[in-house]
């Protein structure tokens, strides 16, 4: 990279961003696009959208803009983009307050913090440009300068809607320095920016006994006020709270429900009336979105306080659990990795899986269905297919458990034991069974856990390995299938031979004598029993995959034995009950022989090369799959 160039470069696009000009000059740019001026609500909602939406799995809108940093979220994110989409429309909802509730690691901040960066970013671009009363202290809309008498009809003309009013210190300034001529008033162009506080607030509380208000709202400047001679004066007055400042933007309200009153008392006024009540002045206009956050106990006090009845009734509430999705859960900790300094360690396979497993678990409840347990739950959840279940289950089971994902393991402790385990001295691969064994160790250190959730939570890591067992079985087996796609080909056409003369009702040649056969029944079942397919359901099973190839003949697809989820499974188990023994006595031996050992080096050479082992795992790998093949 030239360093300079690239320097050079941004210089360019900065003084890109420095319009400036007189409020006529703004009013032609507005009359030419009026989405310029549109409120902070319509601005927000813009940019979610701009970033793209597509189609989830589960027919639902799944949003770009929060696709990369956060997952299983999804119904979620959907109230959020709802919020805002009714918000634009100027409906009664943008006068509430957005408040995120949930248990502590949920994503509540990170969702913050990408409408924060967003709004930075967006505002930099044509389309999310905004421009304000130059050296305005509440980065003000120009239009507040059109009287209230002539707006109706500029939105009759132009379709330009104005709503709100000049804080104190423009009024003063257009009246003392433009003697009312509006049209010379500069107007420049802003790009938002946390810190530089342009355009999006942060508010955390603190001790009550002694935060300023004026942290909110800003406060009088005491330096000024023997120049000026009365606190009224706007130049007396400092426009710096964060409520100021985040004006024409977005405001974050860091665990809000644990502020004094008299700070809930002033988001009141301005959710109801969208204004600020500063000092000696009145009322001043503030056009943002209040965004706050807070945890399930903090909003059930809250909730139960009578005289908190009226700012109850002025907040928009959702709902951010844990994810609930493996896979989900697995990309949690990719990205976590990822933004890590850990570079040098080895992240075996299903290591990650193994520990979202267990954590997803944690966040699960019982189902009252029959036959239901947290594990055949976890895979419904997680797409798979489960036996007995389909996938219209998903929403009766999220039905049944309204605070499901609201306890549990949060993936921040999750990834503290994963990297605890990651910088332990001699560490250069990190295995599912170390990551549960970190994952086990830290359950005494973890300070909300009691001896009941503890006993669950280590009957959780147990499922888990056992879950993780059958993985490393299947894996070990898979890479000792030397031939695999020519072995499960071979089987594939013999089984689809007896599967068409079955249906059809006739004899299967034999390729070696020429001699007309009925249909090898025993070797039919051997396959179809492998995935559950009973006696009585043959049949249709059978018929069922004629149906498929007929359909993808005609579409000129070629069959094989994945073209069907179900049959390529037990195409894979066949194969592998077939070849169990041959890896019992080969990963048991002590003393291999040449043979043998020939054998685990292919097989360890194949997970390295194939399935993304290093030979540290895959040696681990074949050591555990032996033990568990011996008991």
Not at 313 to 323: A, G, K, T
Not at 472 to 496: C, G, M, P
Not at 518 to 541: C, H, W, Y
Not at 598 to 621: F, P, Q, T
């Amino acid at each position: 990279m030239d360093l300079l160039a690239r320097l050079e470069e941004y210089r360019a696009q900065e003084n890109e961003l420095r319009w400036e000009g007189t409020f006529e000059e703004y009013f032609e740019l507005v009359k030419a696009n009026p989405r310029i001026s549109r409120l902070s609500h319509a601005r927000v909602f813009d940019m979610i959208m701009a970033a793209g939406v597509e189609q989830g799995a589960d027919g639902e809108p799944k949003y770009r803009f929060f696709s990369q940093e956060l997952f299983g979220l999804d119904r979620s994110l959907r109230q959020i983009v709802e919020y805002f989409s009714s918000a634009a429309q100027r409906l009664e909802v943008r006068k509430r307050i957005l408040l995120l509730m949930g248990p502590v690691g949920g994503g509540k901040s990170t969702i913050v913090s990408l409408l924060k960066k967003g709004l930075e970013q967006y505002t930099r671009t044509e389309e999310g440009a905004v421009y304000a009363i130059k050296g305005c202290p509440m980065h003000e809309e120009p239009l507040h300068l059109v009287p209230e008498t002539l707006r109706p009809e500029i939105e009759r003309e132009h379709g330009i809607y104005i709503e709100g009013d000049l804080c104190p210190h423009c009024r003063m300034v257009v009246r003392d320095q433009y003697d009312g001529r509006i049209e010379r008033v500069p107007v420049q162009r802003l790009a938002f920016s946390e810190k530089h506080r342009v355009g999006i607030g942060t508010f955390t509380p603190s001790d009550p006994k002694s935060q300023d208000i004026s942290e909110l709202v800003g406060g009088i400047d005491l330096s000024t006020i023997g120049e000026v001679g009365v606190e009224s004066d706007p130049r007396a007055y400092r426009f710096d709270g964060e409520l100021n400042i985040a004006n024409r933007g977005l405001m974050e309200f860091i665990e809000m429900l644990k502020c004094d009153e008299k700070f809930l008392y002033v988001l009141l006024t301005l959710s109801q009336e969208q204004n600020i009540k500063t000092g000696r002045f009145s009322m001043i206009y503030a056009d943002e979105v209040v965004v706050s956050h807070t945890n399930e106990n903090e909003y059930n006090a809250f909730v139960g306080n009578r005289k908190s009845e009226a700012l109850q009734d002025r907040i928009i509430l959702v709902r951010v659990p844990y994810n609930l999705r493996v896979s989900d859960e697995v990309r949690i900790y990719e990205k976590l990795l990822r933004q890590s300094a850990l570079r040098d360690v080895h992240i075996a396979p299903h290591t990650l899986r193994v520990a979202s497993i267990f954590a997803v678990l944690s966040r699960l409840e019982p189902s009252q269905k029959a036959g239901m347990s947290l594990m055949k739950k976890l895979k419904i959840y997680d797409g798979e297919d489960v036996d007995g279940f389909k996938a219209k289950d998903v929403k009766e089971l999220q039905e049944e458990a309204e605070r499901e994902g609201m306890d549990g393991i949060s993936p921040r402790y999750v990834i503290n034991r994963l990297s605890n385990a990651l910088i332990r001295e001699g560490i250069t691969c990190l295995t599912p069974i170390v990551a549960l064994r970190a994952l086990r160790d830290g359950l005494d250190q973890h300070t909300s856990i009691n001896r009941s959730d503890y006993e669950r939570l280590l009957n959780f890591i147990d499922e888990a390995r056992r879950e993780y067992d059958e993985i490393a079985k299947t894996e070990v087996q898979r890479a000792f299938v030397y031939s695999f796609e020519e072995s499960a080909r071979t089987l594939l056409n013999n089984y689809l031979d007896n599967v068409e003369a079955f249906c059809n009702r006739t004899k299967v040649r034999d390729p070696i004598t020429d001699e007309e056969m009925e249909p090898d029944e025993r070797l039919m079942r051997s396959i179809e029993e492998q995935i559950g397919v009973t006696e009585n359901a043959k049949k249709a099973f059978r018929e069922e995959i004629l149906i498929r190839i007929s359909a993808l003949a005609r579409k000129g697809v070629p069959f094989d034995y994945r073209s069907h989820e179900r049959l390529k499974e037990a195409i894979e188990r066949k194969l592998f009950a077939d070849l169990k023994d041959v890896v019992k006595i080969t990963t048991s031996t002590k003393t291999p022989d040449a043979e043998q050992l020939k054998r685990i080096n292919d097989v360890i050479d194949r997970l390295v090369a194939e399935h993304g082992y290093c030979h540290v795992c895959a040696n681990d790998l074949l050591r555990y799959v032996g033990t568990l093949l011996n008991r």
